[in-house]
């Protein structure tokens, strides 16, 4: 495509409206081939909107859109991975719980068979408004989160809502199986082969031929992806990282952020009566990946109650360390929003919020203003 300029005079060249004109007539060019500028309304790189997780200490090591929120990125895909019951599933609940707050679509895809509504309610998830799909093996699944994902308009539809986003969960990445293993060929008469020779390099050939066609139009739509995945030894390894998850390269390479939950530790009751009844567990959410913010960040210790879910006034502490609106002194903390200068323990600060509920907002904001 030919390129032209303006023709001028040579003394006007020099001047700041001549070069203005030349400018925007490169500009108009350029845009008819498709190239665009990183502040222009057609670019779908940058992260236009976030989901907050309600967990201030989560955000504010994820990702930040245009409009200086903080929280999980729309358009992009994001594995939470870890060992068995170290609190995964529980923290899919809690973030669906938080997408249904906020107005959006929650499709829930189970291949463990192994949804729990009474537990999902107790992070405040409502799991009759999902939509659920219990596909048979990866091919199905991977279908159904195409189909859904271009059932959402784009940024640059008419018919595009803002608060009106799908978010995608799959529990889990390492429990489904390929056709082949699904539908094995008989052996012999009467006699079943259950294992795959190749059932790994099929897995990830398919997840990778699904990546190359889901990435784009994701990024162009309200559509945010979690994958739930199991952690694996890796065979023959005496140093380095000794642990690696399924799929293969491509969803480790394709996803914008990778999250590691590891179990920390036991919560016990207090109380006489309960004789030290285990209560919770303790939770560190480690920063593994990150193509929004600086990666390799972590929370650490963050409670988890059987009762009622993660401890969201912890994580606002977590989140103001971070931001340095708060400073760790020992075991306690000075907290410079705050209109006190004695330290306080995390127990003073989650008192002060409960008591004082429109100081959670107050505190949410200025974590958002930096």
């Known amino acids: 495509m030919l390129i032209r300029f303006p023709r001028l005079p040579v ?9 203005k004109r030349a400018k925007n007539a490169l500009q108009k060019d350029l845009r008819k081939l498709g190239f665009f500028q990183l502040n222009g309304e057609e670019n779908f790189i940058k992260v236009r909107k976030c989901l907050p997780t309600g967990l201030p200490g989560l955000d ?15 358009g992009r895909q994001i594995e939470i991975s870890g060992t068995e019951d170290s609190g995964k599933t529980s923290l899919m609940y809690h973030l669906a719980a938080m997408a249904q707050q906020h107005g959006h679509t929650v ?10 509504e009474a537990r999902a309610r107790v992070f405040g998830a409502d799991p009759e408004k999902f939509l659920l799909a219990t596909p048979d093996y990866l091919e199905q699944t991977l279908n159904i989160i195409k189909k859904a994902t271009l059932l ?14 799908l978010v995608i969960f799959w529990d889990s990445v390492a429990a489904t199986p390929t056709k082949n293993e699904f539908k094995p060929k008989p052996k012999n008469e009467g006699e079943i082969e259950f294992s795959s020779k190749d059932a790994i390099g099929e897995m990830a050939r398919a997840l990778s031929k699904y990546q190359r066609k889901i990435k784009r139009n994701l990024s162009k739509r309200d559509v945010l992806i979690i994958y739930c995945n199991q952690l694996k030894d890796k065979i023959g390894v005496s140093f380095g990282e000794k642990l690696t998850t399924y799929g293969g390269r491509a969803l480790r390479y394709h996803c914008a952020i990778r999250l590691r939950v590891v179990y920390t530790g036991k919560m016990r009751s207090s109380l006489v009566k309960d004789k030290g009844r285990l209560k919770g567990i303790t939770i560190r959410i480690d920063n593994k990946k990150n193509k929004c913010l600086p990666p390799w960040s972590s929370v650490d210790d963050l409670e988890f109650d059987f009762s009622f879910g993660f401890n969201k006034d912890q994580a606002l502490l977590y989140g103001l360390q971070n931001k340095g609106l708060a400073i760790k002194d020992g075991t306690k903390y000075v907290v ?13 600060f989650e008192k002060i919020v409960r008591n004082q509920p429109w100081l959670r907002e107050e505190l949410m904001r200025t974590i958002n203003v930096l």
């Open 11 to 19: 003394e006007e060249i020099t001047s700041k409206k001549v070069y």
């Open 60 to 74: 504010v090591i994820s990702a930040r859109d245009v409009d200086g929120v903080y929280g999980l990125p729309f």
């Open 107 to 116: 499709l829930w895809i189970e291949t463990e068979d192994s949804i729990d």
């Open 152 to 165: 959402v308009p784009t940024y640059d539809s008419k018919a595009y809502k803002p608060n009106k986003g």
């Open 336 to 348: 410079h929003s705050l209109d006190t200068e004695n330290k306080l323990t995390m127990k003073d």
